[in-house]
């Protein structure tokens, strides 16, 4: 970019000198208008001084979409290496570079809090992939349950919506979409150590309508500070609940705790969000600023 030149960012007219004064320029109107940068993931290393490619969408995006140009400011981030202000070096049709500058937040510990849950509805999947990622989950992981009932899962469009919403609040980590897979193998192959934190809405009773309230779950809560700290999964079922016999195989388990999200029975999506807010509340990160 020629001296003179101008980006603009926001409402701010930043004039540009040299590509030192430029990355200088650019942090000092970050700071201002700092939700106004673009903030995007990069996998790969991220290091103040390095200059580094972002990929195709991502050229794409600040091109078409934000109508950003050469010199614009742009924020990057991952779980690893933390996040970056940066500016744009170049960026034309299918590639966009980038020149890293000051390191604007050190990488830090996530809860380790992973989601399962038995698809549904289309719509309801996608709300509980977006909202999970605000919430924090570190993985989604569909299970197959008898009777899941839902449409094919649509793991690379689940994938896209948790990167949006990874990018868009804030959370340096960028939470993985597993590939579908049945109840028996996921518990077959439980990892040592990790709790799996099962929403059971149901009671005991086969004639009464939800089992009635015998053999009801403790309440989430209190369940999750008893248990403490340590790596979790939350298990949510499908539309019409897991059965009877899946029922009695979780609660066999040694690794299992079975949990109940109160007196009142959530749709499958709601449950997912209620749960994970609270575990985050229990023993996560949501009591801290
Ligand atoms: N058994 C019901 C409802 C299933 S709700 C039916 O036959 O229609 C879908 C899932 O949300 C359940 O499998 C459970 O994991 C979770 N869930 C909903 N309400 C809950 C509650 N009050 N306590 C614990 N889990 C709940």
């Not at 540009?16 to 993931?41: G, K, T």
């Not at 709300?127 to 349950?145: D, S």
């Not at 939350?234 to 009695?248: C, D, K, T, W």
Request: hydrophobic share 45%; net charge neutral; with cysteine.
């Amino acid at each position: 970019m020629a001296a003179g030149d101008c980006v603009i960012l926001g409402r701010n007219i930043v004039a540009l000198e040299c590509a030192d004064r430029r990355l200088l320029d650019v942090c000092d109107a970050e700071r201002s208008n700092a939700l106004m940068i673009p903030r995007l993931h990069h996998d790969g290393p991220l290091a103040a001084g390095a200059a580094v490619a972002l990929s195709a969408e991502q050229a794409h995006y600040l091109r078409n979409v934000l109508r950003r140009e050469a010199g614009a400011a742009v924020r990057l981030f991952n779980a690893r290496d933390g996040e970056f202000a940066a500016v744009l070096s170049g960026l034309d049709k299918k590639c966009a570079r980038a020149a890293i500058g000051v390191q604007r937040r050190a990488p830090q510990a996530e809860p380790d809090i992973r989601l399962h849950f038995a698809p549904v509805k289309r719509a309801a999947i996608e709300l509980i992939v977006q909202k999970g990622t605000e919430l924090g989950a570190a993985a989604f992981a569909p299970v197959l349950t008898d009777r899941t009932n839902a449409e094919r899962v649509r793991t690379d469009r689940l994938q896209a919506i948790a990167l949006e919403a990874a990018e868009q609040c804030g959370r340096l980590s960028v939470p993985c979409v597993e590939e579908p897979r049945s109840l028996a193998d996921m518990l077959a192959n439980w990892e040592a150590g990790r709790t799996l934190i099962y929403c059971d809405e149901a009671g005991d009773d086969p004639t009464v309508e939800w089992g009635g309230l015998a053999g009801r779950a403790d309440p989430m809560q209190g369940a999750v500070r008893a248990t403490g700290a340590g790596p979790c999964s939350i298990l949510v079922g499908p539309e019409g609940g897991f059965s009877p016999q899946e029922r009695a195989l979780l609660r066999s388990k040694p690794f299992v705790l079975p949990v109940t999200l109160g007196p009142r029975i959530l749709r499958a999506d709601t449950a997912a969000i209620v749960s994970l807010a609270l575990w985050q509340a229990a023993a996560g990160d949501l009591a801290r600023r």
